[in-house]
């Protein structure tokens, strides 16, 4: 079937504006995690969902992020007042239940997000 | 918390070479997971090869191996008879088995050319 879908792809925005990312899992993945990678740097951890919950929201840098899941689907992820420091490539991915070494993760294609 | 360091920001080899990426890691923690996954220019991650921490074999993919060194926290990634297609950022990651967390720590990455 389809991959993880994510959009949109590319995103510019005027500083302080909220933005919403989405993301599309694959159908029947009840995981979804949200990570950000900066220019020239790894993927940072932001946010694990296990169905609709979110047990693990630790990564979140600040509380003008925030995500939500629903229907254990679509995942948004939204981020208020946004700084220039937001500037990162949003990265999306599910997998089936169970932990990451079994049910490895299926990345999208990630929204590149620019504040200007 | 644990840390993950790729110390080559950048490696090039020859098409049908072999090439070795590097990666250390830092825990406390005797049990754990690992793993290798390839960034293209799509953005999009794709799982190399992963390994638990209890398995002393080293696993292997295909034309990708690691050479797991637990006692010293070591985990390279080699690359034989290299193609074109292999040419990406690679990262290397680890997934703690205590807390619940499913969430992965990466490197910040190798770039790897392919020469023809």
């Known amino acids: 079937g389809a991959g993880v879908s994510q959009s949109p792809s590319n995103k510019v925005t005027e500083k302080g504006k909220d933005v919403e990312l989405r993301c599309d899992p694959i159908?029947?993945?009840?995981?979804l995690y949200w990570y950000r990678q900066r220019l020239g740097q790894g993927l940072e951890f932001l946010i694990y969902?296990?169905?609709?919950?979110?047990?693990?929201k630790s990564g979140l840098p600040s509380d003008r992020f925030s995500a939500e899941r629903t229907g254990e689907s679509v995942s948004t992820l939204t981020i208020q007042r946004t700084q220039q420091e937001d500037s990162a490539v949003y990265l999306c991915?599910?997998?089936?239940?169970?932990?990451?070494?079994?049910?490895?993760?299926?990345f999208g294609n990630g929204t590149r997000l620019t504040v200007t | 918390a644990q840390t993950v360091t790729q110390s080559q920001p950048e490696m090039s080899v020859q098409e049908a070479e072999t090439v070795t990426l590097s990666c250390t890691y830092d825990?406390?923690?005797?049990?754990?997971?690992l793993f290798w996954y390839k960034q293209p220019p799509s953005r999009q991650m794709i799982l190399v090869i992963r390994?638990?921490?209890?398995?002393?074999q080293n696993a292997t993919e295909n034309r990708f191996s690691v050479n797991f060194q637990k006692a010293a926290k070591s985990f390279s990634l080699k690359i034989s008879d290299s193609q074109l297609g292999d040419a990406a950022m690679y990262f290397c990651?680890?997934?703690?088995?205590?807390?619940?967390?499913?969430?992965?720590?990466f490197g910040k990455g190798t770039k790897l050319t392919v020469n023809p």
């Open positions: 990651a680890y997934r703690s088995l205590q807390g619940g967390s499913e969430k992965l720590v």
């Open positions: 969902f296990q169905g609709n919950s979110a047990p693990d």
């Open positions: 825990t406390s923690e005797s049990d754990y997971y």
């Open positions: 390994q638990e921490a209890y398995k002393q």
């Open positions: 991915a599910s997998s089936l239940a169970g932990t990451v070494y079994n049910s490895p993760l299926h």
């Open positions: 159908s029947g993945h009840t995981a």
